[in-house]
């Protein structure tokens, strides 16, 4: 076995690398200190309070998060909406119904769509996709519009404008680890089915039960993308700190809002305020990144196990 | 019957993944063709030459950005490229140990880390000490960014070289460290240059960590210890004004921007391709 024999130059080589290992780790948690101890005075200041109230008047020193945090989720929560259906469609698409040929081509085009930067999705967002959103929002039949969902002036920029951008950005992530875990559902599984008379829709449902966990875990995935997400969102939601369920009503979001004050903040309190807004950030999708990737973990190791159990036997009476 | 509504609904299933696709090629599409169609027309041989011009005046370039993203973008590099590299080593040399496991973990959760937060970081811990703006705040900024997406590819990519290389380097009387430095790096280093590559494209497409580390510069400057100005946040700054002639200089960085980016992912496919080609033959 390779290393059994312990030699001084090994242990450099283990101390040499293991050194910047450690660094790889000390970053990370680094940021969690440091974040804490720049907000450690709005934490003190404020609490819980922080988080329960409405108004965010920094001149005043008044410091409420509660539209950011309402901001994000919501946004975040609809742009899963739109993308979640899609992105599966994509995996499957790609894993089980085209033809060889076809794939790669595919799998680049959808990866291109998570290589262009946030900027530029927000550039356009602002040129293209916010007058277009206007367009729809003025064309909203009136007894629509007196829905709480489609309350207020016809702006363009606003909930929906974000979240549309949003789900373009997320779609690229969930697909391709929903592919992935579509390619490690064994294929005794679909041909089992097949076996037992199942329609091509009907096998693919099995593979997509089989996989739970991991399209689960891609899912959130992509939450965790979506609520960290900041130039584009910052520049088409129209940044107002108000707490509407009205897609049209432009809102604010955490990301955006240190985004646009915190090269300005002066006062101690104010930064620490918006520290705060980031600590929280990170740690909702520190906590969403891990139970994810958890999910798609478990989905690997009981997968072999199963494999020779349940999906044998059809695929073996169909031979 | 029942088969045939079972068929048909199989069959509408399947049309409506056909359309999923289709839905989501359709943006890619529009962005990349007003960024097209937008930015050449703003595009000239100024634009990386020329300082930006005031307001009112047409004309002008970025060539202060262009300079100010390679230098924070260099930064990045060569505080993450060095870390991360000897991290994926370790990680994948030492593969089963509690540490590599660690590695692997802080790894993925930086990776999940929003920009905005790293931006955050870096400026409590490179700016706020030094009471300035600067470009390395910015480069640390992105070094960060760029460190998980190095380390995970490093790592993966060593694992990938057959171990009988690295067996016949130790049966030759090789040390472990020696074996790896002269023929395990070597044999993963195309795959790990690839991986390096598509790591700075992404970090040079970053505006968020660079809004208040590296903020914005209207002169040339190549001093590390000032705020700098880059294509990224330039973009931003004029997306946002209310001036005809800098939303075209803005669609013109992002046609820039977006080039660079489409170089880099079709390089590094390119690359790839051929090595999956190496090890198959």
Same mark, same amino acid.
């Given at each position: 076995?390779?290393?059994?024999?312990?030699?001084?130059?090994?242990?450099?080589?283990?101390?040499?690398?293991?050194?910047?290992?450690?660094?790889?780790?000390?970053?990370?948690?680094?940021?969690?200190?440091?974040?804490y101890r720049e907000s450690r005075l709005s934490l003190h200041e404020f609490g819980w309070r922080f988080w329960q109230t409405d108004v965010w008047d920094p001149v005043a020193g008044e410091f409420g998060a509660r539209p950011f945090i309402w901001g994000t989720l919501y946004s975040s929560v609809l742009a899963l909406l739109i993308a979640t259906p899609i992105a599966l469609g994509i995996a499957v698409c790609i894993s089980e119904l085209a033809p060889r040929p076809l794939q790669r081509p595919l799998v680049f085009l959808t990866e291109l769509l998570a290589a262009i930067p946030s900027?530029?999705?927000?550039?356009?967002?602002?040129?293209?996709?916010?007058?277009?959103?206007?367009?729809?929002?003025?064309?909203?039949?009136?007894?629509?519009?007196?829905?709480?969902?489609?309350?207020?002036?016809?702006?363009?920029?606003?909930?929906?404008?974000?979240?549309?951008?949003?789900?373009?950005?997320?779609?690229?992530?969930?697909?391709?680890?929903?592919?992935?875990?579509?390619?490690?559902?064994?294929?005794?599984?679909?041909?089992?089915?097949?076996?037992?008379?199942?329609?091509?829709?009907?096998?693919?449902?099995?593979?997509?039960?089989?996989?739970?966990?991991?399209?689960?875990?891609?899912?959130?995935?992509?939450?965790?993308?979506?609520?960290?997400?900041?130039?584009?969102?910052?520049?088409?939601?129209?940044?107002?700190?108000?707490?509407?369920?009205?897609?049209?009503?432009?809102?604010?979001?955490?990301?955006?809002?240190?985004?646009?004050?915190?090269?300005?903040?002066?006062?101690?309190?104010?930064?620490?305020?918006?520290?705060?807004?980031?600590?929280?950030?990170?740690?909702?999708?520190?906590?969403?990144?891990?139970?994810?990737?958890?999910?798609?973990?478990?989905?690997?190791?009981?997968?072999?196990?199963?494999?020779?159990?349940?999906?044998?036997?059809?695929?073996?009476?169909?031979? | 019957?029942?088969?045939?509504?079972?068929?048909?609904?199989?069959?509408?299933?399947?049309?409506?993944?056909?359309?999923?696709?289709?839905?989501?090629?359709?943006?890619?599409?529009?962005?990349?063709?007003?960024?097209?169609?937008?930015?050449?027309?703003?595009?000239?041989?100024?634009?990386?030459?020329?300082?930006?011009?005031?307001?009112?005046?047409?004309?002008?370039?970025? =060539?202060?950005?262009?300079?100010?993203?390679?230098? *924070?973008?260099?930064?990045? $590099? +060569?505080?993450? #490229?060095?870390? @991360? !590299? &000897?991290?994926?080593?370790?990680?994948?040399?030492?593969?089963?140990?509690?540490?590599?496991?660690?590695?692997?973990?802080?790894?993925?959760?930086?990776?999940?880390?929003?920009?905005?937060?790293?931006?955050?970081?870096?400026?409590?811990?490179?700016?706020?000490?030094?009471?300035?703006?600067?470009?390395?705040?910015?480069?640390?900024?992105?070094?960060?960014?760029?460190?998980?997406?190095?380390?995970?590819?490093?790592?993966?990519?060593?694992?990938?070289?057959?171990?009988?290389?690295?067996?016949?380097?130790?049966?030759?009387? =090789?040390?472990?460290?020696?074996?790896?430095?002269? *023929?395990?790096?070597?044999? $993963? +280093?195309?795959? #790990?240059?690839? @991986? !390096? &590559?598509?790591?700075?494209?992404?970090?040079?497409?970053?505006?968020?960590?660079?809004?208040?580390?590296?903020?914005?510069?209207?002169?040339?400057?190549?001093?590390?210890?000032?705020?700098?100005?880059?294509?990224?946040?330039?973009?931003?700054?004029?997306?946002?004004?209310?001036?005809?002639?800098?939303?075209?200089?803005?669609?013109?960085?992002?046609?820039?921007?977006?080039?660079?980016?489409?170089?880099?992912?079709?390089?590094?496919?390119?690359?790839?391709?051929?090595?999956?080609?190496?090890?198959?033959?």
């Amino acid at each position: 076995m390779i290393g059994s024999r312990p030699r001084s130059d090994d242990w450099l080589f283990r101390v040499g690398t293991g050194i910047f290992a450690v660094l790889v780790i000390g970053v990370v948690s680094a940021i969690a200190l440091e974040l804490y101890r720049e907000s450690r005075l709005s934490l003190h200041e404020f609490g819980w309070r922080f988080w329960q109230t409405d108004v965010w008047d920094p001149v005043a020193g008044e410091f409420g998060a509660r539209p950011f945090i309402w901001g994000t989720l919501y946004s975040s929560v609809l742009a899963l909406l739109i993308a979640t259906p899609i992105a599966l469609g994509i995996a499957v698409c790609i894993s089980e119904l085209a033809p060889r040929p076809l794939q790669r081509p595919l799998v680049f085009l959808t990866e291109l769509l998570a290589a262009i930067p946030s900027i530029v999705y927000g550039l356009w967002g602002i040129f293209v996709l916010v007058p277009l959103v206007r367009q729809l929002e003025v064309h909203t039949p009136d007894w629509l519009r007196a829905l709480p969902l489609f309350k207020g002036p016809p702006v363009g920029v606003g909930m929906l404008s974000a979240a549309i951008i949003l789900s373009i950005m997320v779609i690229p992530f969930t697909s391709s680890i929903a592919r992935e875990v579509l390619r490690a559902v064994p294929q005794s599984q679909r041909e089992g089915a097949y076996a037992l008379g199942a329609t091509r829709w009907e096998a693919i449902r099995m593979a997509l039960f089989y996989a739970r966990t991991g399209i689960i875990g891609a899912v959130m995935l992509g939450f965790g993308r979506a609520l960290g997400e900041t130039m584009a969102v910052t520049m088409v939601i129209g940044n107002t700190p108000q707490i509407s369920l009205s897609l049209f009503a432009p809102q604010y979001t955490m990301a955006a809002v240190i985004a646009n004050e915190f090269a300005e903040a002066a006062a101690d309190l104010y930064l620490h305020a918006l520290v705060e807004i980031g600590l929280v950030l990170f740690v909702i999708t520190l906590v969403i990144n891990v139970i994810s990737r958890a999910f798609i973990w478990s989905l690997g190791r009981p997968a072999r196990a199963r494999r020779t159990r349940t999906a044998a036997a059809p695929a073996l009476e169909s031979a | 019957m029942r088969d045939l509504r079972r068929r048909l609904v199989s069959h509408v299933i399947m049309m409506l993944c056909v359309l999923s696709v289709a839905l989501a090629l359709i943006p890619l599409a529009l962005v990349l063709f007003y960024v097209v169609s937008r930015g050449i027309s703003s595009l000239s041989w100024t634009f990386f030459t020329r300082m930006p011009a005031p307001v009112g005046e047409p004309g002008g370039g970025m =060539a202060n950005a262009i300079v100010g993203s390679l230098l *924070v973008t260099g930064i990045g $590099a +060569l505080f993450a #490229i060095p870390v @991360g !590299v &000897l991290a994926g080593i370790y990680a994948a040399e030492h593969r089963g140990t509690r540490l590599a496991s660690a590695v692997r973990f802080a790894a993925d959760t930086l990776n999940g880390v929003p920009s905005i937060v790293i931006g955050v970081f870096a400026y409590s811990v490179a700016v706020l000490p030094f009471q300035r703006f600067s470009a390395v705040a910015g480069g640390l900024a992105l070094g960060i960014m760029m460190l998980p997406l190095v380390t995970r590819t490093a790592e993966e990519l060593l694992l990938l070289v057959p171990a009988s290389l690295r067996e016949g380097a130790l049966a030759l009387g =090789a040390t472990r460290a020696r074996a790896v430095f002269t *023929v395990v790096v070597p044999a $993963a +280093l195309p795959g #790990i240059l690839t @991986g !390096v &590559l598509l790591a700075l494209a992404r970090v040079a497409g970053e505006t968020a960590p660079l809004l208040f580390t590296a903020f914005n510069n209207r002169f040339f400057t190549t001093d590390v210890r000032q705020p700098v100005s880059t294509l990224t946040v330039q973009i931003y700054t004029y997306a946002i004004s209310p001036y005809e002639d800098w939303h075209r200089q803005a669609w013109a960085g992002a046609l820039v921007l977006v080039a660079l980016v489409l170089t880099c992912s079709l390089l590094a496919r390119v690359v790839t391709a051929r090595m999956e080609r190496m090890r198959v033959g």
